[in-house]
């Protein structure tokens, strides 16, 4: 996982930290509404992906979309979660576009680990993810 953390502060010329707080926040959102079993196959090629997950703590985040999306569930909408997740990942410091480099390197880490027909599937079946790729 620091190998990940390094490569997408680096990509994103953010801190490790900050890394580590936005790699926490996509792999919630991913694991809340992507499909079980294509997330549960990312999450197994990223070794500590649910510790981190684990570390960035429960709920949906702050501000008012997330607290609201966190009530609703993240399909409601069909994309109220991904509005979340933006909302979680600017209240952390990203801009745009430091959340689209990280959002891509992830992606990308991905396939290179779980395979493109595994990160294809979860990306499709999210409403609006392909847009930020």
Known sequence: MDELIG??????GISEDLARQAIGIILKFLERDGPPDAVAQILAALPGASQLMAEQGGGSGGGLLGSLAGKLGG???GGMGA???LNELTNA???MGEVQTVTRELVQ?????AGDDVVDRVVSSIPGLGQVL
Not at 7 to 12: M, N
Not at 109 to 113: G, H, K
């Open 7 to 12: 490569r997408i502060a680096a990509a994103a």
């Open 75 to 77: 399909s409601i909408g």
């Open 83 to 85: 509005m979340a997740a």
């Open 93 to 95: 410091g990203l801009d």
């Open 109 to 113: 880490v991905a396939r290179e680990r």
